[in-house]
Every structure is written in structure tokens, then in C-alpha cells.
């Protein structure tokens, strides 16, 4: 069996194979824990899950690594707004806590399971010092230098040796583009193109949160460089077989992780791997737009709402961009039930002789086709006989089959009052009725009166009774 998958660097989708036999490196760029992720960064995890689960259908072992920016310009400002300006890494890390747990809770709904074996989180401000010698080796190899305010990576440096930068944007990339002086901020437009910082030494904005290094002068990383170190760490210095995350990492974030790692190990990634963004009316789900939904917002609306967000996210390639409407995700969740009725629910002998499982995998090797591998899974989850592979394939996809709802046991005394408060009203006692109903709320239960409606102009009550049923 072999994947194809599209490579960002070669443009072209290439048949992937893994540089370490069966087992595959991969590694994704976790979020800024500084508030709480949005539907957009989810969709971005959903298709790195997807992704590993793939690889494991095709046979892989997989080590999925994720870093966890809890040292960078946001979460430092946000601790000393909320700590004030003697904030310490102390405080750093306890309000990144709160907003990493939340991120785990998240990730669970949506199916992504956090537990070590399937995924390993490493935080930023658990590697500060193989961060610091990293960038003492690229000072010493002449990549990097000091200024008054920080350390410098030198793109005319690593121009001149690898010639490179830039190439995960365009082969031109750096062509008819003036190289500025520096740039301290950790995002900045592919105009403001500049020496980045490495490390920043620290100012009054930064509070107490800093790290002591008598060569480097007290401060803290940038954010780039935080994912060239922990790559290396995390795979001990083999090659990340892929590296993903969403489109608007390739620059800078991504181009500077590979000009700063090349220089002490190469290769580097040899795959990379992004998503297009989710949008709402047309443009970016951001915080900084103000046009986000978080999953509680979704979870407002309905229940079960990260499965049906994940179920909605399969249905578009994750190199298209996708938008977003609370309607597209209640014809998900429609979708996401009836699929989990097909499965529990209707069964009919098996009587295909279509290969139901060559066309999934088909659809999914082809660079992920999810909405193809879906359809297929679809034809076959309302026969009987498959269920194995029809649980193979919701595995696959990461979906979760929704429990059919169980009519709720109504106990004899619960019926009996509902039945004597069904006398009353015949006879129109709706004092005495209403009294009833109160007791039988007080047991847990509620009584909805039933109509049927006759014409537009004419309803009346159900011959069929009232329902009774708990109370949530
Ligand atoms: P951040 O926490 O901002 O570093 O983002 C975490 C991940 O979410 C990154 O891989 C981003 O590229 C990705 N991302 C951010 N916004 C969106 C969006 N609207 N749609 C899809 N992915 C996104
Ligand atoms: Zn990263």
C-alpha cells in the first residue's frame, strides 16, 4: 500500500515514504496556549489526526509529536496583564496550564485522543535550555549574532551557503526582495522581510518572565526557533518524516524553521504538509478578525457538536479552503445520526460485490480524500455481516457512531398519575390536572401535551396522548 500525499516544498503530491522503514516521524505545530484554540486551529489538528490515522491504516507506526507555545510575545503579555509586572515563568506556566488542559478537552471531543500513546505534547518552557545551546551553536557556526536587544538569525548568512530561504513559499522567493535590518515581533507579512530574533533579551513588557544565560544575556526564545529544537529533540535528530500545519505557517514560521535547523541538521523535514484555513463569510476564522467560534460556542447549539465539526471537516479536502455556517454543521450532525443509525439500526444482509474496502483506501492514499473515503464508508455501514470493517473505516476517520437514544423507562406511579391527570382534563378539571402535573414534576418528569394537526386552521389534541419523559 502507499499514500500520496501533497508535499508543500516540491508542490507536487508524491508517494510518501517514511526515512526510518516502518515507522514515521511526524510532527505538528500546536497552539499558542494563551486563550482558548478556535473551530479554525481544530480543523488544522483534525487533519494532522486524520493524517496519522491514515499512515496507521496503511500500516505505519507513527510518533506524532506536538509542541505547545506557552513562551512567546502573546502568552507573556497576557500573564502580565493578568499577574502584573513582577509576572514570573512561574505564572507564565500557571496561565498557560488552564488554557492547555482546555485545549486537551477539546481535542478529546473532537476525537483526538491525548493519552502518551498517541500523542507526545512537549511545552516550550520544558526545553529553554536545549533551546539557549542551540542557539549558542548557530552564534558559534556564524548563523546568528548578538545585538543589543537579543540574538539574530542571519538570512545573508545562510543565503550564502544554502541559497535556499524562502523555498517552502516559491522557488523565487527571495528574488527582487530587499532583506531589512530585524525584526523583534514574533509574526510579521513576507514584506517585512528581516533578520529574526532568536532570542530576546528582556524588556519592561516581559515583567519577571525570563531565563538567565550569562552569553545570551537574560530573556527568552523567539517563537521559530522553539520548533527546529524540539523537532530535533523529539527525534533525537532523525529527519521529521512530515511536518504540518496550517497554510499561514509557511512563512515566516515554517521558512525559518528550516533555515535555522539546516545549519546544524539536515535534512530537516522531508515532507511538509498544510491545510488550508476554515473561513467564516469568506475570510480567515482569526482572533485577531474577531470572527472565531470556539467549540463551547458549538456546543450551545447542539450536542455532540465536535463530532459533527469533525464529521463536517471530512467532507472537504484539507488543501481547500472551507466555510463555515452553523447550517452546514446541523446538516453534519443529521449526516453523523443517520450514519449511526445505518450502523445500529437498520441492517441488511450483505449482498455487495462492490470492494468496499479497495475504494476506501483508494480515496484515502489519494492525498487524503476524505469526503471519497466517506461516501464509500456510507455504502456500506447498513449491512449486516461487515460491521468489523464498517468499524475499521469509522476508526479510521476518526468518527465516533452516536448511541441511539433509548426510550426512557417510565415508571408505573409516574404513568398512573399521568393517566389520572388525562381523566381530569377530559373533564376539563384543569385545576386538579395542573396539580398532577406538579407531582409528577416533582418525580423527574415532565408531561408535554401532544397535537395533531388537522388543517392550518384546526389543531387539536392527539388521540395518542400526552408523552411523558425525564426531565434533563
Ligand atoms: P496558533 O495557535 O495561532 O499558532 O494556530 C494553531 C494552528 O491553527 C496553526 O497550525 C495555524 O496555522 C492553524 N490555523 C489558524 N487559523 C486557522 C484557520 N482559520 N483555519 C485553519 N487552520 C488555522
Ligand atoms: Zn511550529
Not at 545549519?263 to 475570510?283: A, T
Not at 457538536?305 to 479536502?317: I, K, Q, S
Amino acid at each position: 500500500m502507499s499514500i500520496r500525499l501533497f508535499n508543500t516544498l516540491s508542490r507536487e503530491i508524491e508517494e510518501f515514504k517514511p526515512s526510518g522503514g516502518n515507522s514515521v516521524n511526524l510532527y505538528t505545530c500546536g497552539p499558542t496556549v494563551y486563550d482558548t484554540a478556535h473551530i479554525g486551529n481544530l480543523r488544522s489538528y483534525i487533519f494532522a489526526d486524520v493524517l496519522r490515522r491514515a499512515l496507521q491504516y496503511n500500516g505505519y507506526k507513527v510518533r506524532w509529536v506536538m509542541n505547545i507555545t506557552d513562551v512567546d510575545d502573546k502568552t507573556i503579555k497576557r500573564s502580565v496583564e493578568q499577574y502584573g509586572s513582577k509576572a514570573t515563568p512561574k505564572e507564565l506556566r500557571e496561565y498557560t496550564d488552564k488554557y492547555f488542559e482546555e485545549f486537551k478537552k477539546d481535542l478529546e471531543a473532537v476525537n483526538i485522543p491525548t493519552d502518551s500513546e498517541n500523542i507526545t505534547f512537549i511545552r516550550v518552557s520544558d526545553k529553554i535550555e536545549e533551546i539557549k545551546d542551540f542557539i549558542k551553536k548557530l552564534i558559534k557556526l556564524g548563523y546568528a549574532y548578538k545585538t543589543g536587544d537579543g540574538v539574530y538569525f542571519s538570512i545573508e548568512t545562510y543565503q550564502k551557503k544554502f541559497g535556499d530561504y524562502g523555498g517552502l513559499v516559491g522557488p523565487d522567493f527571495l528574488e527582487g526582495k530587499e532583506v531589512g535590518a530585524r525584526v523583534k515581533v514574533d509574526e510579521y507579512k513576507k514584506e517585512d522581510l528581516s533578520d529574526f530574533a532568536l532570542w530576546k533579551k528582556q524588556d519592561e513588557s516581559d515583567g519577571n518572565i525570563f531565563w538567565e544565560d550569562e552569553e545570551l544575556g537574560n530573556g527568552r526564545p523567539g517563537w521559530h526557533i522553539e520548533c527546529s529544537v524540539i523537532n530535533k529533540v523529539a527525534f533525537g535528530g532523525a529527519p521529521t518524516d512530515i511536518h504540518t500545519g496550517g497554510v499561514d505557517l509557511i512563512f515566516p514560521h515554517h521558512t525559518n524553521e528550516i533555515a535555522q535547523s539546516q545549519p546544524i541538521y539536515k535534512p530537516f523535514v522531508n515532507h511538509w504538509s498544510h491545510n488550508e484555513h476554515l473561513l467564516v463569510d469568506g475570510k480567515k476564522m482569526a482572533k485577531s478578525e474577531g470572527n472565531f467560534y470556539t467549540l463551547k460556542d458549538l456546543e450551545k447549539e447542539m450536542p455532540d457538536a465536535g463530532m459533527a465539526f469533525r464529521y463536517l471537516t471530512l467532507l472537504t479536502n484539507y488543501r481547500k479552503q472551507m466555510n463555515f455556517t452553523m447550517t452546514a454543521l446541523k446538516a453534519a450532525k443529521s449526516g453523523l445520526e443517520s450514519l449511526s443509525n445505518y450502523r445500529f439500526n437498520e441492517p441488511f444482509q450483505y449482498v455487495s460485490d462492490t470492494n468496499y474496502e479497495d475504494a476506501f483506501r483508494e480515496d484515502l492514499n489519494d492525498n487524503l480524500n476524505t469526503a471519497g473515503s466517506l461516501g464509500v464508508f456510507y455504502m456500506l455501514v447498513g449491512y449486516k455481516g461487515v460491521e468489523p470493517l464498517a468499524d475499521k473505516m469509522a476508526d479510521t476517520l476518526g468518527i465516533k457512531f452516536l448511541t441511539p437514544e433509548k426510550e426512557a423507562e417510565i415508571p408505573p406511579n409516574v404513568k398512573e398519575l399521568a393517566d389520572e391527570r388525562e381523566k381530569y382534563r377530559g373533564s376539563k378539571q384543569f385545576v386538579k390536572a395542573d396539580e398532577l402535573r406538579k407531582e409528577i414534576d416533582a418525580l423527574g418528569f415532565i408531561v408535554e401535551d401532544t397535537v395533531k394537526v388537522e388543517s392550518v386552521v384546526k389543531i387539536e389534541e392527539s388521540p395518542e396522548g400526552p408523552i411523558i419523559k425525564p426531565k434533563k
